[in-house]
């Protein structure tokens, strides 16, 4: 697997857990979903099952994401996803991404 693919796959995954409302968080997983889901489609699915879980945070004031954010089950959540991501083989196309 490239490792420049791994990267940008993980920085476009990122963007949907800091955004800065979780209408904006569910519009990046949104586009990032229609960018991977043929390319890494267990990563997909992995994030989707527990995407309400993940975004829970920002139901509460946004001052306080960040210590939320990092000291609870949603790091947790989001280093499992990039583990299976990374050691599992979730990527099924392992082309060379190019951003369009």
Do not use: H
Not at 2 to 22: F, V
Not at 23 to 40: D, H, I, M, P, T
Not at 48 to 60: N, R, V, Y
Not at 61 to 86: D, G, H, P, Q
Request: some cysteine.
């Amino acid at each position: 697997m490239s490792q420049s693919y791994s990267g940008k796959l993980e920085a476009d995954a990122k963007r949907i857990i800091y955004a800065t409302s979780k209408k904006e968080a569910l519009e990046e997983f949104k586009a990032w979903k229609e960018r991977y889901k043929n390319l890494a489609p267990k990563a997909v699915a992995c994030l989707e099952k527990d995407l309400d879980s993940t975004l829970k945070f920002m139901d509460f004031r946004y001052k306080i994401w960040a210590s939320i954010r990092t000291t609870n089950l949603i790091e947790r959540v989001f280093r499992e996803f990039l583990k299976a991501y990374k050691y599992n083989g979730y990527i099924s196309n392992r082309k060379v991404f190019v951003s369009g």
